[in-house]
């Protein structure tokens, strides 16, 4: 049973009869999945908002639909995602509500946390990032000498940095080109040396991203900015004009000694990896301006509405959530790639990746016992074409099941001449021919029939029924950006709801903070840490070596 009464997900039925369905499916052929059903093509689609969704060359049937759905009926999906969207406490480890949700609702919208409705402090925070990102934009907001702010730098890691740094890259098109954002997270000196080595810093305000702001690479590198922008301007008090926070935590934020004036909070119903339409934003609400933050916020919206109310044969964040079910558990397969082909998507892959492997990297139910199933896969991918030169051999022709994401644009963005705008036919020429290579592949006939050689025939073969989920929008707007996400963040929410897993914490990152604490003596003073592995001793012993001091 689970904590819930619930019987346990691999014994129920539900998951019996998939077990079952997958054996009698056995090898199904995508060939033989369109030649039997001339409309799959056009049937096997879903619209959201702005996004048109084709599962078409996926490896199932109505009735693993059917029987999928079930499943999620069954593991309590919908009732979960009502408790979320009512502010319940479902993060039990942390008994946290999750709400990231409320971030985007409307100003009227009520939703109570604890008998309180927190939408108008989510409005009165975004008002005052709105402010302050047009008193940047416009000069208004100035250095402490005078001078307009003309870069922004903002400091954070994990959540506090991978949204607004894709969005930020995602969203170039529509950012102010005057001005330079940049993002640092590494505690490798290095990422802020590069950062800032040809800033001026009289012209630089940095953002100090951090819901805890106890987070040490944040905070050691949030002191190196001060004494890199002291060391120039000499004066303590500059540090009110050129240092902001974004944090839940008022009292850290003033210990570091930034004015709370200068903080815009978010709460702790907000997760990390899920706040980068809170005050984690901010970066992104300078670089773009308030107005396109908002339509982003109202794309999020639109997909959290899809969710909490379509019905679960229509239901995308749902589908896409079961698919991957199907494949993790159902046909063992390990990863998940998503692959976009926009280059503004550079680095949408690697936010999902924290969105759903620190979600869904879970190995315990909900109730602390270790779980019978596989859960979250790993995430990975790089914008088309670049992987097509790289790793897309292994997926065409290696042994592995790697079901795939292609996200696509009928239009290109931004202000490109017309010889580069006409570069997206070919873009997108390469994004359909890669779906229908992975589906259908090329039998041995058909490379005979090309008058190749005998001995090649296996080498230039392709398997085929490798399952993709095209994603296709006009173009990439904020909204659209904000549909992709939230699209994303349900399906890791349905997956979680239905591995019986706590998708809202992250305990696994902190035995590897302690130990880092830990040992860091050890380098730094050559001293003795008491219960210190060989191993690591014998590391440490050689880097002190190679270091030389
Ligand atoms: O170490 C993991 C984590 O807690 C993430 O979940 C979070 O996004 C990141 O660290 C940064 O945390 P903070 O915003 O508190 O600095």
Redesign the pocket.
């Known amino acids: 049973m689970n904590a819930d009464g619930r019987t346990r997900l691999n014994q129920t039925p539900e998951w019996t009869a998939l077990a079952k369905h997958r054996e009698e499916l056995g090898e199904v052929q995508l060939r033989e999945l369109f030649a039997g059903d001339p409309g799959r093509g056009s049937g096997y689609t879903l619209r959201v908002g702005d996004l048109h969704i084709d599962y078409s060359k996926q490896l199932v049937t109505d009735e693993t639909l059917a029987l999928l759905r079930e499943l999620a009926a069954a593991t309590g999906v919908f009732g979960l995602r009502d408790a979320m969207f009512r502010g319940e406490r479902i993060n039990i480890t942390e008994d946290r509500a999750v709400l990231h949700t409320a971030l985007r609702a409307p100003r009227d919208a009520v939703i109570e946390v604890d008998g309180e409705n927190v939408v108008p402090a989510v409005h009165a925070v975004l008002d005052r990032m709105a402010d302050f990102a047009e008193r940047v934009r416009s000069g208004d907001w100035t250095g402490h000498t005078g001078r307009r702010i003309r870069n922004v730098v903002n400091i954070?890691?994990?959540?506090?940095d991978l949204g607004p740094a894709m969005a930020y890259e995602a969203l170039r098109a529509f950012t102010d080109r005057d001005l330079t954002v940049r993002f640092v997270s590494n505690v490798d000196g290095a990422d802020l040396h590069e950062a800032v080595r040809d800033l001026d810093p009289a012209e630089t305000l940095f953002i100090i991203?951090?819901?805890?702001?106890?987070?040490i690479e944040?905070i050691t590198n949030a002191t190196s900015a001060r004494t890199w922008l002291l060391d120039a301007l000499g004066d303590e008090a500059a540090v009110a004009k050129h240092f902001v926070a974004l944090s839940t935590n008022a009292e850290k934020v003033a210990g570091f000694g930034i004015d709370t004036a200068n903080m815009f909070e978010f709460w702790d119903w907000v997760?990390?990896?899920y706040?980068y339409d809170s005050a984690i934003g901010l970066s992104l609400m300078i670089a773009i301006g308030a107005d396109r933050f908002r339509e982003m916020l109202d794309g999020f919206h639109l997909v959290d509405e899809h969710f909490r109310t379509a019905p679960a044969e229509a239901n995308a964040p749902l589908l896409l959530g079961l698919l991957g079910v199907w494949y993790g558990n159902f046909h063992d397969a390990q990863s998940h790639a998503v692959l976009p082909y926009s280059h503004y998507l550079s680095k949408f892959t690697a936010y999902l990746q924290?969105l759903d492997m620190?979600s869904n990297g879970k190995s315990v139910d909900r109730a602390g016992r270790p779980v019978e199933w596989q859960t979250g896969p790993v995430v990975w991918g790089t914008p088309g074409t670049n992987g097509q030169h790289a790793y897309y051999q292994l997926i065409h022709q290696g042994t592995k099941l790697i079901p795939a994401d292609f996200i696509g644009f009928a239009r290109p963005v931004g202000e490109l001449s017309e010889e580069l705008r006409a570069q997206h036919d070919l873009l997108m020429a390469n994004f359909f021919a890669q779906t229908q290579a992975l589906a259908f592949g090329k039998t041995p006939d058909e490379v005979r029939a090309e008058g190749v050689a005998e001995e090649l025939v296996a080498h230039k073969t392709f398997r085929g029924n490798h399952p993709t989920t095209t994603i296709l929008a006009r173009e990439l707007t904020p909204s659209v950006l904000g549909q992709l996400i939230a699209l994303y963040e349900h399906k890791v929410f349905v997956q979680g709801a239905i591995w019986d897993i706590d998708s809202f914490d992250?305990w696994g990152?902190e035995l590897g903070?302690v130990l880092a604490k830990r040992v860091e003596p050890a380098l730094t003073e050559g001293a003795e840490v008491p219960g210190l592995d060989a191993s690591t001793k014998a590391l440490v012993a050689t880097y002190r070596e190679l270091r030389g001091r």
Do not use: C, P
Not at 156 to 160: A, Q, W
Not at 209 to 215: P, Q, R
């Open positions: 954070g890691i994990g959540g506090s991203a951090s819901k805890t702001f106890t987070t944040t997760g990390g990896r706040s924290q620190e992250q990152v903070k």
